[in-house]
T-cell receptor
């Protein structure tokens, strides 16, 4: 199957700093990438959808100025948590959906996740 | 109308037994129903998926049963193994949804499966 990577896998930062998480599709071009947040023992909560070359679409209740998403190329999307606070501590997961020609157009391939801890 | 309700919340099965997880949806426009397996500290991985033109799909020990009229679908894990212990999520999406809804997955609440040796 298609491979999606995330970097870093784990990050600890101080309150007030910004953290950037990268999501890469390694062997396919991702026209759309999704960013999710997951709390312990909970389901995935969609934060935003990003299409290459255009602005991200944020879900209701997600602060776009706090969670900056950039999808500059067909293989890379980044999520920057700005001025992080302890309540932003969570497991962040990205997924990528291929354009035409690679598997089911509805299939999303998930990254391994990034554990963010804000002290 | 966008919800997908999943049950049970947790499930304990003996090795060799059958694990059954159920999901129900409301949006009749949903036309893609995947199941994901997630191990602690990892991202979800696609296990098996079905479209509503068939009532059942089997891949190895994993089977999806789909009941379009009841708007329900379920995952059956035959001969459950301790290595199957994980959290399972059902999901649904509408492939004809336009704009920002295209390709979006709506997830169930998750089921924590424990298979005892």
């Amino acid at each position: 199957g298609a491979v999606v990577s995330q970097h870093p896998s784990r990050v600890i930062c101080k309150s007030g700093t910004s953290v950037k998480i990268e999501c890469r599709s390694l062997d396919f071009q991702a026209t759309t990438m999704f960013w999710y947040r997951q709390f312990p023992k909970k389901s995935l909560m969609l934060m935003a959808t990003s299409n290459e070359g255009s602005k991200a679409t944020y879900e209701q209740g997600v602060e776009k100025d706090k969670f900056l998403i950039n999808h500059a190329s067909l293989t890379l999307s980044t999520l920057t948590v700005t001025s992080a606070h302890p309540e932003d501590s969570s497991f962040y997961i990205c997924s990528a959906r291929a354009g035409t020609g690679r598997g089911s157009y509805n299939e999303q391939f998930f990254g391994p996740g990034t554990r963010l801890t804000v002290l | 109308q966008q919800q997908v309700k999943q049950s049970p919340q947790s499930l304990i099965v003996q090795k060799g037994g059958i694990s059954i997880i159920n999901c129900a949806y409301e949006n009749t426009a949903f036309d893609y129903f995947p199941w994901y397996q997630q191990f602690p500290g990892k991202g979800p991985a696609l296990l098996i998926a079905i479209r509503p033109d068939v009532s059942e799909k089997k891949e190895g020990r994993f089977t999806i049963s789909f009941n379009k009229s009841a708007k329900q679908f379920s995952l059956h894990i035959m001969d459950s193994q301790p290595g199957d212990s994980a959290t399972y999520f059902c999901a649904a999406s509408n492939s004809n949804a336009g704009g920002t809804s295209y390709g979006k997955l709506t997830f169930g609440q998750g089921t924590i499966l424990t298979v005892h040796p």
